[in-house]
């Protein structure tokens, strides 16, 4: 297996969950799977969970692309956790960035497995992290979704997803888009319909 190291801002951080209103409960086997909205105490671990996602879109490419995809998410990865960043350190600016409780244009929801987050996405009016769009824009933009590498495969993407598009729908989506260079992230999107529009790496569903 290649050795992937995606550097970010953040120092080692272990946090508790505390329990929370729900959107959605559901059983799983012997999984109880949540989504609900994102709290502030979230942000370390949102934040790791989506770092390490990164490694997948390095991992899950050609052999020949890897240097350089290694080099993008890295740079990536550094950016949305700096001190500017819409993530920040260990998470610090997720909540002003995507929380709802600040922005009505955007939402961040994350999903817990028996209590523990393991993964978590948001969704904005309009293209662009801090970009204010006209609310006559019918367009939504999935950024950031991202589910822990040990509780996949337990359909906690499709959840996730459903509460997105559910809460795009409400604030007057007509079209869901999305990037990706992700290859195991899109044959997933493409699941949930959504259409390979251009090079390389743009996605849309029609609502």
């Given at each position: 297996m290649d050795n992937i190291s995606i550097q970010n801002n953040n120092t080692n951080t272990n946090t508790n969950n505390a329990d929370n209103n729900t959107n959605i409960n559901s059983s799983n086997s012997n999984n109880i799977i949540e989504i609900r909205e994102y709290i502030d105490s979230d942000g370390p671990e949102v934040t790791k969970i989506w770092i390490s996602g990164l490694k997948q879109t390095v991992t899950s490419s050609w052999f020949i692309f890897r240097?350089?995809?290694?080099?993008?998410?890295?740079?990536?990865?550094?950016?949305?956790?700096?001190?500017?960043?819409?993530?920040?350190?260990?998470?610090?600016?997720?909540?002003?960035?995507?929380?709802?409780?600040?922005?009505?244009?955007r939402i961040i929801y994350v999903a817990t497995c028996n209590g523990i987050i393991c993964g978590s996405c948001c969704v904005k009016r309009g293209a662009g992290e801090n970009i204010i769009a006209s609310k006559n824009c019918t367009d939504y933009y999935i950024y950031?979704?991202?589910?822990?590498?040990?509780?996949?495969?337990?359909?906690?993407?499709?959840?996730?997803?459903?509460?997105?598009?559910?809460?795009?729908?409400?604030?007057?989506?007509?079209?869901?888009?999305?990037?990706?260079?992700?290859?195991?992230?899109?044959?997933?999107?493409?699941?949930?319909?959504?259409?390979?529009?251009?090079?390389?790496?743009?996605y849309t569903k029609k609502l």
């Open positions: 240097p350089l995809l290694n080099y993008m998410m890295n740079s990536l990865s550094i950016d949305v956790t700096s001190n500017d960043g819409d993530y920040g350190i260990n998470g610090i600016n997720i909540m002003k960035t995507w929380s709802n409780t600040y922005n009505e244009d950031r979704l991202s589910i822990d590498e040990n509780k996949q495969k337990l359909g906690i993407g499709l959840k996730i997803m459903n509460s997105i598009e559910d809460w795009s729908i409400k604030n007057g989506a007509k079209k869901m888009c999305l990037y990706t260079i992700n290859s195991i992230a899109a044959k997933f999107y493409m699941k949930l319909g959504y259409d390979y529009i251009t090079f390389p790496a743009f």
